[in-house]
């Protein structure tokens, strides 16, 4: 296959490093080009090229066979999000429209449910998103599933979990660096997904993700944040972080909510298998890789 990965980045680079070592023919885009080497060293071709500018798409060499949307804006504002999210997904799926791939994946946020009562949600779950980055998300998933059924762009969407691994953990992160905080009693849960697992779930639903469909891309275990401080307090030797009041915690781009994401589809319906389940798999490895490199 000749693939495309739109927005190479933390979570595309290894999508395209699997995908390469598979023996597919693999481009991995980017904004800057800052990270054309560590790209080529993986066996991806480095493209350098901006979403939102329309003309710079008819530069790249396709046609591609699969498309993986990973393309993120993680600084900036509102407008930033909708241009990238919305805009330049909207460039992107005319430009495909000449020849479509066979597939196009492209991870979404399960932030664009805005549910706070701790309910379990799943994908038929309304999807009413609290902030207005979680609409421009939501926006975008249906253009995705409008150019499904318009255009036969075969699209399918993962709505991805808080991502971490190898150098992320926003919680995680701010523990480290005595940042933490524990709003109220701690009883919000955190659902989470590892790099690596999402990463593997993109291949899935690149192979065999039904076009038009949503899966949450989850581990198996929503936790209250009290339980993820306590273990990483145990498991370090650490204090735990400071309680502070709900009003308290800091000022967040996204916005406030309190559910379980269920994982339920991605296991049974599209098969896929996590390397780490839990949080504590994942922060194990972790762990021991901040260890071993003299980190922590
Ligand atoms: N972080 C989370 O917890 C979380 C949660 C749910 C879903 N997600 C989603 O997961 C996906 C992967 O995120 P990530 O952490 O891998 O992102 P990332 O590391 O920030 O990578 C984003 C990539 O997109 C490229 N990019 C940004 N703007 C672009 C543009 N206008 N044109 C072309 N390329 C552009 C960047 O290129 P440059 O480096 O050159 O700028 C970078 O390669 C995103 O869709 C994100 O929304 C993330």
């Given at each position: 296959m000749r693939v495309l990965i739109i927005?190479?980045?933390?979570?595309g680079l290894p999508v395209g490093a699997e995908l390469s070592r598979l023996g597919h023919e693999v481009f991995g885009l980017t904004r800057?080009?800052?990270?054309g080497p560590a790209l080529q060293e993986r066996g991806i071709r480095p493209l350098a090229g901006d979403?939102?500018?329309?003309?710079?798409?008819?530069?790249?060499p396709g046609p591609f066979d699969w498309v993986v949307n990973t393309v993120?804006?993680?600084?900036?504002g509102l407008e930033d999000y909708r241009q990238i999210y919305l805009e330049g997904l909207r460039h992107v799926l005319q430009w495909l429209e000449a020849s479509p791939p066979k597939k196009l994946v492209h991870t979404s946020s399960t932030s664009v449910y805005g549910q706070t009562d701790g309910s379990m949600v799943k994908?038929?779950?309304?999807?009413?998103?609290?902030?207005e980055l979680g609409q421009v998300l939501l926006a975008a998933e249906r253009l995705l599933l409008e150019a499904t059924l318009?255009?036969?762009?075969?699209a399918v969407i993962l709505r991805a979990a808080g991502i971490y691994g190898p150098g992320r953990g926003h919680l995680f992160l701010q523990y480290l660096k005595d940042e933490a905080r524990i709003p109220g009693r701690g009883e919000r849960l955190v659902n989470m997904i590892h790099r690596d697992d999402l990463a593997a779930c993109i291949l899935t639903a690149l192979k065999s993700g039904r076009p038009g469909e949503i899966y949450n891309a989850s581990d198996d275990e929503p936790v209250p944040q009290i339980h993820f401080f306590r273990w990483l307090s145990e498991t370090l030797g650490k204090n735990m972080p400071p309680f502070v009041r709900e009003d308290e915690a800091a000022p967040r781009k996204r916005a406030i909510t309190n559910k379980k994401v269920s994982n339920r589809k991605l296991r049974m319906e599209l098969g896929c298998p996590l390397r780490y389940p839990t949080f504590r798999q994942g922060y194990t490895a972790e762990i021991q890789r901040l260890q071993d490199a003299g980190e922590l």
């Open positions: 927005g190479c980045g933390y979570v800057s080009g800052h990270s979403i939102t500018r329309r003309a710079e798409l008819d530069g790249l993120s804006s993680n600084k900036g994908e038929s779950s309304p999807a009413e998103p609290r902030s318009t255009q036969k762009i075969p």
